[in-house]
């Protein structure tokens, strides 16, 4: 089973649940739960509602907050190796041409805003440069 799932969307619609469905917010947008029962989950922006940027579902996924507020079902937090595995279509194989993105810093390493804001220096899709910064 597979879920596509909007992280963004839990921070968008944080403030909102707790207006309207406050009793009912114990699984808020369970990624963990979803991904520890077995689902692969599948990161998508529903742009335009949300931003294209895969950096913005993968910061949501992780940090579970993008204010200064404490992380909303912290419980519910990927890891960053787990985030970029739901934001990866493909995969990298000897011999294959690859679709990758070459970024700036190493995601591991940063957090919050610096992870929202990941400098993307080129992308390669099929194995063709598709952009270069």
Do not use: K, N
């Amino acid at each position: 089973m597979a879920a596509s799932v909007q992280p963004q969307h839990a921070l968008d619609d944080r403030d909102l649940v707790g207006v309207h469905w406050a009793g009912q917010t114990s699984v808020g947008y369970p990624l963990a739960s979803l991904r520890d029962a077995g689902t692969r989950l599948l990161f998508g922006s529903d742009a335009p509602v949300s931003p294209l940027d895969p950096w913005q579902a993968i910061g949501a996924a992780v940090d579970r907050t993008d204010d200064d507020r404490e992380p909303w079902h912290q419980q519910e937090r990927l890891t960053v190796d787990q985030a970029l595995v739901a934001s990866t279509r493909t995969s990298l194989r000897p011999g294959e041409r690859a679709d990758i993105a070459l970024c700036g810093a190493d995601p591991r390493s940063v957090r919050g805003e610096d992870l929202r804001r990941m400098p993307v220096l080129a992308t390669l899709l099929g194995g063709r440069i598709t952009h270069r910064s």
